[in-house]
């Protein structure tokens, strides 16, 4: 009998059910992944659905239940590791949890809060996952209104209504300045990233204070706004000057890269022994011999699981209190920062 169905009509439910001599909502229950069945239902389900090739129409469940158990999640881009690496878990971690990811990229949402929105609500999107420092506070705090569960990765904003996880970034910025004066640089650059970002402004201001509490100020800054060739044009910027920084906080690693590249392949200079380097987040190029970064690792497996259970509560009890949690990083210590003799 099996795929003898398949072929004529599309199999529903109700088919399932009369061979395996149990009740339509039975199946339901079965494909249903809150709902509780004994492991003999189970069985007898979906051997059934099987033998007929039965798929569960899932935007049907979803008119009927209202849990469509989608959760939408916007990013900026994959170029930067840390974000590839952040939504690769994020992604696990909820289809662990029964949901399945609908996927925005931060570039194609700019300018369209009403048409973002109107996406959102017609694919009965459960909850809002946002790792993108380039969305719009506009759009953040809209979505918001639309009473659509959202938490903030890695970022955050001052709205009392808004939940959001990220690392220490000020913290992180601090251990950055000490690491370095500890190490004996003194000519302590920075090349920032972009200045609408909460990570940017958080990580400068720690970075800023520290070396203000040892006495210091910054030597030099430029701005690399989070993009590769950006980085490369500020570093060149940087170090056009017979004065040059014998260290550089970078804001992030996906810049710290193409800094190291520019020193020591365009302009001949020697990472550590003529320019220290530090970059933050930790992502897996940090550990390649080819760069061996010293960074600040971010706590991803952390902030993830805590992103995942926060959106997940805010859709359980969607009148609770915004939160927000922060955890703390730590300097990685590899080879690109000099260490005193």
């Not at 009473?147 to 955050?156: A, C, E, K, L, Q």
């Not at 190490?183 to 400068?204: K, L, V, Y």
């Not at 070396?211 to 701005?223: D, M, S, W």
């Not at 699981?305 to 969607?318: C, F, G, M, Q, Y």
Request: aromatic residues 6%.
């Amino acid at each position: 009998m099996k795929g003898q169905l398949r072929n004529k009509r599309t199999v529903t439910s109700y088919d399932v059910a009369r061979l395996a001599g149990v009740s339509q909502s039975a199946v339901s229950r079965v494909f249903s992944p809150d709902a509780s069945v004994s492991d003999a239902m189970t069985r007898r389900v979906r051997e059934a659905a099987d033998q007929l090739g039965y798929r569960p129409n899932r935007l049907a469940q979803a008119m009927i239940t209202g849990r469509s158990r989608i959760v939408a999640l916007v990013v900026a881009h994959f170029e930067n590791q840390f974000f590839s690496e952040a939504f690769e878990r994020l992604a696990l971690e909820l289809q662990a949890r029964n949901y399945h990811v609908l996927t925005f990229m931060a570039a194609d949402v700019a300018g369209k809060t009403d048409q973002v929105i109107e996406e959102l609500l017609d694919y009965r999107v459960e909850g809002l996952i946002t790792a993108s420092v380039g969305l719009s506070n506009e759009l953040t705090r809209a979505i918001n209104d639309a009473d659509i569960p959202i938490v903030m990765f890695n970022r955050s904003q001052d709205h009392p209504d808004l939940s959001g996880v990220s690392s220490d970034n000020v913290t992180g910025g601090r251990a950055v300045a000490d690491y370095l004066l500890q190490s004996g640089c003194r000519r302590i650059a920075h090349i920032a990233g972009w200045h609408g970002a909460s990570t940017q402004r958080d990580r400068e201001a720690g970075f800023l204070a520290g070396l203000a509490a040892a006495g210091h100020t910054l030597f030099a800054r430029e701005v690399g706004d989070f993009h590769h060739d950006q980085a490369e044009s500020a570093t060149r910027r940087m170090f056009a000057t017979a004065t040059r920084p014998d260290a550089v906080f970078v804001a992030n690693d996906h810049m710290a890269f193409a800094v190291m590249d520019v020193l020591r392949h365009d302009l001949g200079l020697r990472v550590p022994e003529d320019v220290s380097v530090i970059g933050y987040d930790d992502v897996p190029m940090a550990r390649w011999k080819s760069y061996n970064l010293t960074t600040v690792r971010q706590p991803v497996r952390r902030m993830v699981s805590a992103t995942v259970d926060l959106l997940l509560d805010r859709i359980a009890a969607p009148d609770a209190e915004a939160q927000r949690l922060v955890f703390e990083g730590q300097v990685v210590e590899r080879g690109t920062v000099r260490r005193p003799d």
